[in-house]
């Protein structure tokens, strides 16, 4: 029988973060072409129910769609991610599928996530299917990040690649973008604002 309410996990991580605000990142963990295991710190960004799926909770972080855990997850989308809360020495460790939303979808793109209703995540299934606004939510991502962090999408070199001209090669970045996107694409410069916001689509009971 299917699950109808908010999963337990769920239910417990919420109640949990609520007393332990601090405790505001997780390690994901995403394989490489080659099987490899990598595992990285991730800032929680926000939860996401969709309306009427309470058992179809969504965990969303941001990232920049050029970094390696995006090529990874396009690939495979099957994560694991561990949240340890020190303040309720808790560890929660959730699996799942992740997917990356861009900011700024291509021309053209159809709306909704871009996610392939054939991969294994309901909850994104279930969000696009009543039409959710994913562009809003992104802008709002993108305002709430620092404007450090939105300038770091503004660089002309994927992210872990190594720079041309060295350190100096950064010197031309912008250093902050405001959080309206459009007017940080226009300081960035034109289409050098490729960060993606990416939905994480966590299994559990
Ligand atoms: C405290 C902390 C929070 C971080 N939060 C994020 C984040 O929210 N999104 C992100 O893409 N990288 C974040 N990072 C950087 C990642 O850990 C990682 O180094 C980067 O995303 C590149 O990962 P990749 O090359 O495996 O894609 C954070 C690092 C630290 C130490």
Aim: aromatic share 6%.
């Amino acid at each position: 029988m299917p699950a109808t309410g908010a999963p337990r996990w769920y239910t417990s991580l919420t109640q949990i973060i609520a007393d332990n605000s601090s405790s505001s990142v997780y390690q994901l963990a995403t394989t490489d072409a080659a099987h490899k295991p990598h595992v990285r710190t991730l800032a929680h960004r926000t939860f996401l129910t969709p309306q009427g799926h309470p058992s179809l909770p969504l965990l969303l972080t941001t990232t920049d769609q050029r970094s390696a855990k995006a090529a990874h997850l396009a690939r495979n989308p099957s994560i694991e991610l561990n949240w340890w809360i020190g303040g309720s020495a808790d560890q929660f460790r959730i699996a799942g599928t992740a997917h990356v939303i861009p900011f700024s979808p291509a021309p053209g793109a159809a709306a909704g996530s871009g996610v392939d209703p054939d991969l294994d995540c309901p909850g994104i299934a279930a969000l696009d299917a009543a039409g959710y606004d994913w562009r809003s939510k992104a802008d709002e991502l993108f305002a709430v990040l620092s404007p450090g962090i939105r300038a770091s999408f503004a660089g002309d070199v994927d992210p872990g690649t190594r720079l041309p001209g060295g350190y100096a090669h950064m010197d031309a970045w912008p250093l902050r973008l405001p959080a309206d996107i459009s007017e940080a694409k226009d300081e960035g410069g034109e289409e050098r604002c490729p960060g993606g916001a990416g939905a994480l689509c966590a299994a559990g009971d």
